[in-house]
T-cell receptor, first 117, second 111 residues
Framework: DAMVIQNPRYQVTQFGKPVTLSCSQTLNHNVMYWYQQKSSQAPKLLFHYYDKDFNNEADTPDNFQSRRPNTSFCFLDIRSPGLGDAAMYLC????????????????FGPGTRLTVT | QKEVEQNSGPLSVPEGAIASLNCTYSDRGSQSFFWYRQYSGKSPELIMS????GDKEDGRFTAQLNKASQYVSLLIRDSQPSDSATYLC???????????FGAGTILRVKS
């Protein structure tokens, strides 16, 4: 089955120790997204790639970076995790929009729960 | 500020009843609307998408869109305990490839 895969599912890191989360997809979607979701809150978009075009949200801290080496894979790097970065990190994919200002459905991976000690 | 607003709930309904979940959005240019279900500790799962005014039905789910009132709703017929989850409304704000999510409504279906 076509799907979005995230690894690891659970990640524990130390304060200030860099961590990388990965996402892969077999849907062949050209748009990939990274969200942060804290308990009882809406998913918050960090950035997204439209093909190789990187789009950062204005309020995403510089501590968060991303790489997309090919269509299938996308990585989230947290350079110096703080206690406030503990959250569920969600990767999602979609096809490119059918017209300007619209959106196709986004499909989420299972998420990576990050704990910072 | 582009916003999507939902009543946080919890909304409690008895098994077999109709659950009605509501969402309002602020950007009149919005063109794409989605409902996601999220179980505790899991990722959001897409259950409905709607792009035009009116109703769209899929099994026990009906999405309703009224762009003039900037309002989108989700009806769940014959609610089951397994429908107990948080329901997230998501809206494309009319630009870019992204969605703005509401904080979600907690639904509890009592058997």
């Amino acid at each position: 089955d076509a799907m979005v895969i995230q690894n690891p599912r659970y990640q524990v890191t130390q304060f200030g120790k860099p961590v990388t989360l990965s996402c892969s997809q077999t849907l062949n979607h050209n748009v990939m997204y990274w969200y942060q979701q804290k308990s009882s809150q809406a998913p918050k978009l960090l950035f997204h790639y439209y093909d190789k075009d990187f789009n950062n949200e204005a309020d995403t801290p510089d501590n968060f970076q991303s790489r997309r080496p090919n269509t299938s894979f996308c990585f989230l790097d947290i350079r110096s995790p703080g206690l406030g970065d503990a959250a569920m990190y969600l990767c999602a994919t979609s096809r490119s929009p059918f017209k300007r200002g619209s959106s196709y459905e986004q499909y989420f991976g299972p998420g990576t729960r990050l704990t910072v000690t | 500020q582009k916003e999507v607003e939902q009543n946080s709930g919890p909304l409690s309904v008895p098994e077999g009843a109709i659950a009605s979940l509501n969402c309002t959005y602020s950007d009149r240019g919005s063109q794409s609307f989605f409902w996601y279900r999220q179980y505790s500790g899991k990722s959001p799962e897409l259950i409905m998408s709607i792009y035009s005014n009116g109703d769209k039905e899929d099994g026990r789910f009906t999405a309703q869109l009224n762009k003039a009132s900037q309002y989108v709703s989700l009806l769940i017929r014959d609610s089951q305990p397994s429908d107990s989850a948080t329901y997230l409304c998501a809206v494309n704000p009319g630009y870019g490839n992204k969605l703005v999510f509401g904080a979600g409504t907690i639904l509890r279906v009592k058997s």
